[in-house]
């Protein structure tokens, strides 16, 4: 059965330095998706490359 999910999010108020800003906002742009989902899928890329811990 298809079932359609909206992900919980809330919001959060980050700062980051204007040159990665703009570097994301022209990548994102360029991909046509928002810079939200470029920061998610960045983040999430990032979280699952980290080294395991032991």
Do not use: H, W
């Not at 809330?10 to 700062?15: A, E, G, H, L, V």
């Not at 040159?19 to 994301?24: G, P, S, T």
């Not at 994102?28 to 980290?50: P, R, T």
Request: hydrophobic fraction near 35%; proline fraction near 6%.
């Amino acid at each position: 059965m298809f079932i359609i999910k909206k992900p919980e999010s809330s919001n959060k108020t980050i700062r980051m330095p204007n040159e990665l800003i703009d570097k994301l906002e022209k990548l994102a742009a360029g991909k046509g998706i928002s810079f939200n989902q470029l920061v998610i899928q960045c983040c999430e890329y990032a979280l699952n490359d980290l080294p395991k811990e032991e």
